[in-house]
């Protein structure tokens, strides 16, 4: 190694140990019968290398089981839960997401009760019913969620205070305030119903 430069001698120290750590071919005829045998004469083989065996533990064994009974829990009490849903104490029980159509705005939803999927973002009501919505005044709309026994909501919009007031038939008025104001403003809302 006369003439290198500083960092190339050792680079190819380790190249040369690389090399020299490949396992040998089979050469002999026995080898090339019995593969298995010349894998344990290796160095590296079974004398305290690395062994190549899939052995199977009992630790192995358990955690596996346990990941099945616990995924397959899980799923039943998902699944569970799902079928127990509908208009039951303590579910919410319709949501609806007001945005009116998107070429019109919100302040053209009809003054008549309309169902219509341009008008919304979400829905949801826990008897399958429709949700419907009107446009009462500047700020002032209804939500009636049919069929549907709730009688408690909450509202929220991004750009005004709300307020909720409960009338018959799953209906709920919705405000839409300036806020710290008491003048009405058309803005998307959301309306929630327990």
């Known amino acids: 190694m006369t003439g290198a430069r500083s960092g190339e001698g050792s680079a190819v120290v380790v190249v040369r140990a690389v090399v020299e750590m490949r396992p040998r071919q089979l050469s002999s005829q026995s080898d090339r019968a019995n593969p298995r045998e010349a894998f344990h004469q290796l160095p590296g083989g079974s004398g305290g290398g690395i062994s190549m065996r899939f052995r199977l533990h009992l630790a192995t064994v358990l955690s596996v089981f346990a990941l099945f009974f ?6 039943l009490a998902v699944s569970h839960a799902i079928s127990r849903t509908g208009c039951g104490a303590g579910v919410v029980r319709g949501v609806a997401a007001v945005t009116g159509e998107p070429s019109k705005g919100i302040a053209n939803v ?4 309309s169902s219509s999927r341009a008008l919304f973002s979400r829905t949801f009501n826990c ?12 700020g002032v709309y209804q ?3 049919a ?5 408690a909501a909450v509202a929220s919009a991004g ?5 909720v007031t409960p009338m018959p038939g799953g209906v709920f008025q919705v405000g839409l305030y300036y ?7 058309d803005t998307p809302f959301v309306v929630v119903a327990a």
């Not at 009809?110 to 009760?113: A, K, R, S």
């Open 127 to 138: 008897s399958g019913g429709a949700v419907q919505v009107r446009r009462i005044s500047t």
């Open 159 to 163: 750009a005004a205070e709300t307020t």
């Open 147 to 151: 069929r549907n026994p709730s009688q």
């Open 143 to 145: 939500v009636r969620f």
């Open 179 to 185: 806020p710290g104001q008491q003048s009405t403003l």
């Open 110 to 113: 009809p003054d008549t009760f």
């Open 70 to 75: 616990a995924l397959g829990g899980s799923s």
